[in-house]
């Protein structure tokens, strides 16, 4: 299927993406946020966040290490963004996990309008409604709830970003399947944050809200891809530093060359 | 000695291991727990660490970085853990450094069973009762403190691991000693963090409290040796990059083969 | 230019460096103080700033991450830290981009008395009085607001050091210009935050306050020039390694002879 790929758009924009993101793979996402092309800035204090992000291209919400105090301000800079029209992606780490995490979405998912929302289908899955989103990783159970992420992206007016073994982006009525990618991305902390990042940053260079997930699932699949073919031997130490090292080499020929989508 | 390694029933149960750490080593201890073959969770809200504890197979807490909130939540999650028979894992980090630390580990200790409890010598001679704890790292002082060490282990019923140049582990009865290790362990920050993070991926995986110590220190300490050949000429950047690749390499042959321990 | 280089005294005395600091880059700042041969700690609760500081050979204050009540224990730990002579290093981080962080800066300059302040040439003139700091980065707009900049180091009775294409560092008297680096340097995140490190690791081993601030900048530029040799034609993981590589392996022979300075 052919794709415009528009990944040097995010070099010459150089964008500025606003993260509010966990304490575990912060470090990981302004790394990456770099290797795009952009500027990352993280900056969480209540009294800044809305002041930062109107000076943004784009908004980063990721809820891996969360607090009550964290949603009020993710909350508070969403708002701001939205009222810029600046694009905001949401990563709802572990929202499966605990009511907690659950409830703290569902007043993200209240108060703030998302462009992109990317989780693994656990968590997608939650957010279809289903509490026990765990088990839902399969690949077979995954292909019974499509219905339901549909359904969500369009009553949310978003696009939803599924990771699995085939990453899956619709908005409610396109659907675009990614078959880019390897197991080692698991084995890795933070590649789904990063992939998120990505998103943001295609996002934050005028990127549309599915081409952005699109792109940036391909890009983070082969991104991966070459780091397992460089690592050879060697294990996860390595694999981690060549991942940054392709995506601070992407280009749009690569993307087109070697990404493989299905779109309907 | 002959000593039965289990390392590849971490891969087989991937069990989840709930960290509640320092903001300096959380990436590195999220991939030493990935690249262990187990899955790391860090969740310290005071809202759900009894509900994400409950759900993993251990717990890992870490006084890194702390705050009076901090110990709260660790001592809150530790409380369910103990409950419901989810091992516990504590690092006592710079517990000699402050009164604030002493009294916080003083608080865990009073509140929470601890399976394993890992410092260096310093740390753990500091829990001895002695304040000054600074300068014992020294080996031959170390040698005058482990019938304190042994005590307090028998007291708290725990198992006690003592890093350094030769690492120690007891519970007061039985005595290892492991050989393994580079000096180069101690110039890359987290290595102390990431060993408790084996312990606590072997407690996960079903190992019992003295075998998870004596094994995360041969794992870690081959690991340390492999990636400080493979370094060459190269300086720090490499050999943590070698570190991180050698624990995701690791098996019971290797341990089996090169585990230097001495136990009685 | 003639200039003398002590880095071997890092090494030697192996000074403990205090580090109140930002959640991106913590981790980074605490290696390449190893990499230094000093001594990191990242110590921030309210309870044991000062008992720390008094303890270290200097303190890094980096307000990359901040609140309100971050600021706050920064003032503590400053303070202390004044009262005993242990030199502080403040890194501005993003000072002009909310109001947050200009009035946060406000309020460390007033209570703490700074051995050096690293900052980029948008966030020093901004600290010297003009908010709009953008775009100042551009060189030849840099060359005009040197006269404030010194007039600032003279008031402050610090050191100010401006990274930048070339590197400035000036005490209000005399001036050192270092054109060593890379801008490869400013694809990888926290470089600015670790020659802050640098800075204090120099402090902490008995430098003089502008020696520190040279000696860091040729060190840290040295370590990027080297990496982006020997990363070839890789990406930028690979240099990010490298870089680290390089600073565990600086010496004073390296800084003399490949250091390029202009002092005046």
Known sequence: ???????????EIQPLIHHITNSVTINDCANMTLACGASPVMADAEEEVEEMVVQSQSL???MGTLSKSYIDRMIKAGKAANQQQVPVVLDPVGVGATSFRFQSVERLLAEVKFAVIRGNASEISTLCGSRAGKG????????????????????????????????????????VRIYNGTPLLSQVTGTGCMSTSVIGCCLGAGLEALSSAVTAYVAVGLAGEWAERMKGNAGLGTFRMYLMDSVSQMNNQWLAKEGKIDAR
């Open 60 to 62: 980063v919400l990721n």
């Open 136 to 175: 839902v990783d399969a690949d077979t159970e995954f292909e019974t709830i499509l219905p339901d992420i549909q359904k969500l992206a369009k009553r949310l007016n978003t696009v939803i970003a599924v990771s699995g073994s085939v990453d899956y982006v619709t908005d409610g009525e396109r659907e």
């Open 1 to 11: 299927m052919s794709f415009e790929y528009n990944w040097e758009k995010i070099r």
